[in-house]
């Protein structure tokens, strides 16, 4: 069964920058595309990034420059780091994994989801 468990999450002020972590079990994690979307209140589902079995990367364009999406294989964990926040990102942020493409995960939400960490950011 696959287990996707997010943390990271908090409160910032725009400007700053925040870490997530996806801690994950259940699967073979070098056989999967895996990376996040957001969902805030009001808005639209948003693929923000995700990275592949051969460690290409895809980002949103709302977030590009500005996040980096990793993997440590080893852990079995992601990551996204934030930076240069702004009170835009604020939402919940859901780690997802997929055994198909990336385009799949970020535009069709294709894949299995954890519960998700909310980041939230002030102005």
């Known amino acids: 069964e696959v287990q996707l468990v997010e943390s990271g999450g908090g409160l910032v002020q725009a400007g700053g920058s925040l870490r997530l972590s996806c801690a994950t079990s259940?699967?073979?994690?070098?056989?999967?595309?895996i990376g996040w979307f957001r969902q805030a209140p009001g808005k639209e589902r948003e693929g923000v990034s995700c990275i592949n079995r051969e460690g290409s990367t895809y980002y949103g364009d709302s977030v590009k420059g500005r996040f980096t999406i990793s993997t440590d294989n080893a852990e079995n964990t992601a990551f996204l780091q934030m930076n240069s926040l702004k009170p835009d990102d604020t939402g919940r942020y859901f780690c997802?994994?997929?055994?198909?493409?990336?385009?799949?995960?970020?535009?069709?939400?294709?894949?299995?989801w954890g519960q998700g960490t909310q980041v939230t950011v002030s102005s």
């Open positions: 259940g699967f073979t994690f070098d056989r999967y595309v």
């Open positions: 997802t994994v997929h055994n198909g493409p990336c385009y799949d995960l970020m535009h069709r939400f294709f894949g299995s």
